[in-house]
């Protein structure tokens, strides 16, 4: 089960290893790249009349992996279990818990890792009135910084995402920026815009 709110394994899904550490292949994001197939001058793919085939090497390289262990229990003594009163089911009890702390861990280790620069160098910071929580200035514009992102790792990857993860103070700014409610003024009364509408809204480029 995964709590309301929780979004690490949306964003870095488990995989299986079958060793605690090892080796992985990286393969090269050219080939998924548009505008090195485009038929362009730079490294398109486009050829002469009667001439040769542009040829390529596929670009693999290796990185290594070592994998750490999370671990949690909650000794349940059989007295109590023998003695639990109706309605408290302590062995559901314990189960419960555990998967929440443990998830609650895999969370703070997923924030920290997209918030180290070292790790996650694909970034831009916001400052003073350019910030998404200034809806006085006019010269924030979410839709504008959200299209900017959405270039950047497309270009990078040669995949444009298809998933946006934001907090719940970043929701509730968004719901009352200026830009946002000008959008929706003449489709929603009551000023109220969804999950829906705001994706289709921030995710237009894709």
């Given at each position: 089960l995964r709590p309301a709110?929780?979004?690490?394994?949306?964003?870095?899904?488990?995989?299986?290893?079958?060793?605690?550490?090892?080796?992985?292949?990286?393969?090269?994001?050219?080939?998924?790249?548009?505008?090195?197939?485009?038929?362009?001058?730079?490294?398109?793919?486009?050829?002469?009349?009667?001439g040769d085939y542009k040829r390529e090497q596929i670009s693999v390289s290796k990185g290594t992996y070592s994998c750490t262990e999370y671990g949690l229990e909650i000794p349940l003594d059989d007295t109590v279990l023998k003695n639990q009163d109706p309605?408290?089911?302590?062995?559901?009890?314990?189960?419960?818990?555990?998967?929440?702390?443990?998830?609650?861990?895999?969370?703070?280790?997923?924030a920290s890792m997209l918030r180290d620069s070292a790790i996650n160098t694909q970034y831009t910071t916001l400052s003073s009135t350019t910030q998404w929580s200034d809806i006085t200035s006019g010269a924030s514009h979410p839709s504008a910084d959200i299209a900017t992102g959405i270039g950047t790792i497309e270009k990078a990857a040669?995949?444009?995402?298809?998933?946006?993860?934001?907090?719940?103070?970043?929701?509730?700014?968004?719901?009352?920026?200026?830009?946002v409610r000008e959008q929706f003024k003449y489709t929603n009364a009551s000023g109220a815009v969804n999950e829906q509408q705001m994706a289709g809204y921030l995710m237009r480029g894709l």
């Open positions: 709110g929780y979004v690490a394994d949306l964003i870095m899904p488990r995989l299986r290893s079958a060793k605690i550490d090892g080796t992985y292949y990286i393969h090269g994001t050219t080939p998924f790249k548009l505008e090195a197939l485009s038929g362009d001058a730079v490294g398109g793919i486009k050829r002469n009349f009667t309605g408290v089911d302590w062995e559901y009890a314990a189960t419960i818990n555990l998967n929440a702390w443990l998830m609650a861990q895999k969370e703070y280790n997923v040669g995949v444009a995402p298809n998933l946006l993860v934001m907090s719940s103070g970043t929701w509730r700014q968004l719901q009352n920026h200026p830009e």
